[in-house]
């Protein structure tokens, strides 16, 4: 199935302008998504059976040309690489190719809610939403993050050729070693930048909410006022987190340590340790502050006219049975319809199940060492009752 783009349109009636976002605004200036998807128009399920296969015939290829002949490749380093050949590399660009529609349909879907509306008061400055969709296209889609990320790449071929692999005493023929590394380019580069385009909506996303007037719609249907778009880049940010925690884990598994030095395995484990609770603070508890603001803006007018009827009431209270029961009832109107408008109004971007589910995935990664040793115990035996090494 491909990914769904929206496209331009205008929108003269709406009192935003025309701002309907597209895919393709948020990756003119990726070369590897241009040559996947506007040059080559490959359907995604394409890019994902050759994702899997190229790098899968080079390893087993190499599994079956002479690594199992030499008797040093464990069925720890098997499960590894076969983890990441038909798991973790697929998984990585179906996120990669989802993001750019993701983050146009988040926008897109906040318009048409009409969840944003005119600029805040208390904030300084003339900016618009039109001014805001300029930026955010401009800085998510800018030339310069490929270009630092294919100098990161290049610092990193260095790194393992020169520094590691050049003096490690492996088993593992070095030009193998050197192919392996080739192989990992595309996925580090994947990597690289969809963690840069999720960082920059989540920035941009709390500078819009702090900077034009959020307008929370207590039944729509999305049970979330309206924010319920945020769900799926949040599932988007927690799968790819999920993603980083998986690849550490493969790394574990592997008693081969040439797929991944010690530094690159706390490198991989600092991004999860520090980029899932950072992710999950943005996503959803700044959103829940906006709500609540929200929420808390709807009641005070109820609070204030429950103020001014308990004033009423009180100088009341020596005159007629009939004046001291119309104020009684004024006073339980207002409060039943301040304890519905504070029952109806949400709070969350998500539902309370989808956001235990959220969570819950979010940090299953962190028990994973505590099943390190059982999982590869089960290896080890299953590898001796097939008569492998």
């Not at 990441?84 to 349909?105: E, G, H, N, R, T």
């Not at 990992?184 to 994947?190: E, I, S, T």
């Not at 709390?206 to 039944?219: E, G, T």
């Not at 340590?257 to 980029?275: A, D, K, N, Q, R």
């Amino acid at each position: 199935m491909d990914i769904i783009t929206v496209d331009k349109q205008k929108d003269a009636e709406s009192p935003l302008g025309d701002t309907t976002l597209s895919a393709q605004a948020f990756y003119q200036h990726d070369p590897l998504f241009v040559l996947l998807k506007d040059t080559l128009h490959l359907k995604d399920i394409w890019i994902i059976a050759g994702v899997m296969l190229l790098p899968g015939g080079v390893f087993l290829s190499g599994w079956f040309s002479w690594i199992s002949k030499e008797h040093f490749w464990t069925s720890g380093d098997t499960f590894s690489i076969l983890l990441q050949v038909f798991v973790l590399f697929p998984l990585l660009f179906f996120i990669y190719l989802l993001i750019p529609a993701s983050i146009a349909s988040f926008f897109n879907t906040l318009k048409t809610n009409g969840v944003i509306s005119e600029h805040r008061s208390d904030q300084a400055g003339a900016v618009t939403y039109e001014n805001f969709v300029q930026q955010l296209t401009a800085w998510i889609d800018r030339g310069w993050w490929t270009a630092v990320t294919l100098l990161v790449l290049a610092c990193y071929v260095c790194f393992r050729l020169l520094l590691i692999d050049s003096g490690s005493a492996s088993l593992i023929p070095y030009w193998f070693r050197v192919i392996g590394i080739i192989m990992y380019l595309p996925v580090m580069y994947v990597v690289c930048l969809s963690m840069m385009r999720l960082l920059l909506t989540l920035v941009f996303t709390s500078w819009l909410f702090s900077l034009l007037k959020v307008q929370i719609k207590p039944l729509h249907p999305d049970g979330s006022g309206g924010l319920g778009a945020l769900g799926r880049i949040l599932w988007i940010s927690i799968i790819i987190m999920l993603w980083d925690a998986l690849l550490l884990g493969a790394a574990l598994l592997s008693n081969n340590m040439y797929w991944f030095s010690p530094l690159e395995m706390i490198l991989i484990g600092t991004i999860y340790v520090t980029l899932t609770p950072s992710l999950l603070i943005g996503w959803l508890g700044f959103p829940h502050w906006i709500m609540v603001r929200a929420r808390d803006e709807a009641l005070r007018p109820l609070a204030d006219e429950f103020q001014k009827a308990l004033m009423q009431a009180t100088l009341s209270i020596n005159e007629d049975t009939s004046s001291i029961q119309t104020n009684t009832d004024r006073l339980l109107e207002i409060k039943r319809c301040y304890d519905l408008v504070y029952s109806t109004f949400p709070t969350w971007p998500l539902k309370i199940n989808a956001a235990s589910r959220l969570v819950v995935t979010a940090l299953l990664p962190a028990v994973f060492p505590l099943f390190l040793p059982l999982i590869t115990s089960l290896l080890s035996l299953g590898s001796h009752a097939l008569g492998l090494p």
